[in-house]
């Protein structure tokens, strides 16, 4: 079955610095690639997210690429603020024959005013 | 839309107890996911169903674990016995699935503490 390998599990940055966070996928099939934060306490909630058709994606001052043939995928956020704190996951899913959304393990984001 | 509405959002049992947890998805969905979450093991999916047929329950931990989703806006996950080592917070999440993938949408939680 699929397999979602994240890293770092933790990431301290200073407040304006950039953070990246990767994953890489087991499944060729896998073709949807969405970002979850979770906040202490509180639900994961999508934040960005990708199809296999496309490479890149951004959203303000979050991206996410794509490298189909390498099976990963990056998320990329620039000019980080404390909000940005938080836990932040990847995951995987094959899309229509299955829903079936598998997550990597998380990572910590850290932002130091 | 309410959004996806777990109960309760706390649960402290005794072990050898019957748990259950509630999950209504959002109206019109075709999905539902049951996770559990954990610090060690992070966010590991339970069981997924797709149209309220059970697609892959292959992340059930033991046959002391069952799920059951009668009509398209209710859902419960069963723990008989609860041990100890069941203490997670339990997230159903449910998502109108498309070609290419879609969005899941996060229930708040239940945190089930067993003693």
């Known amino acids: 079955g699929e397999n979602v390998e994240q890293h770092p599990s933790t990431l301290s940055v200073q407040e304006g610095d950039s953070a990246v966070i990767k994953c890489t996928y087991s499944d060729s099939a896998s073709n949807y690639f969405p970002w979850y934060k979770q906040e202490l306490g509180k639900r994961p909630q999508l934040i960005i997210d990708?199809?296999?058709?496309?490479g890149e994606k951004k959203d303000q001052r979050i991206a996410v690429t794509l490298n189909k043939t390498a099976k990963h995928f990056s998320l990329h956020i620039t000019e980080t603020q404390p909000e940005d704190s938080a836990v932040y996951f990847c995951a995987a899913s094959k899309g229509s024959n299955t829903g079936k959304l598998i997550f990597g393990q998380g990572t910590t984001l850290q932002v130091k005013p | 839309d309410a959004g996806v509405i777990q109960s309760p959002r706390h649960e402290v049992t005794e072990m050898g107890q019957e748990v259950t947890l509630r999950c209504k998805p959002i109206s019109g969905h075709n999905s539902l996911f049951w996770y559990r979450q954990t610090m060690m093991r992070g966010l590991e999916l339970l069981i997924y169903f797709n149209n309220n047929v059970p697609i892959d329950d292959s992340g059930m931990p033991e046959d002391r674990f069952s799920a059951k989703m009668p009509n398209a806006s209710f859902s419960t996950l069963k723990i008989q016995p609860s041990e100890p080592r069941d203490s997670a917070v339990y997230f159903c999440?449910?998502?109108?699935?498309?070609?290419?993938?879609?969005?899941?949408?996060f229930g708040q939680g239940t945190r089930l503490t067993v003693v």
């Open positions: 999440a449910s998502s109108f699935l498309l070609p290419g993938g879609t969005e899941a949408f």
């Open positions: 990708i199809r296999s058709n496309v």
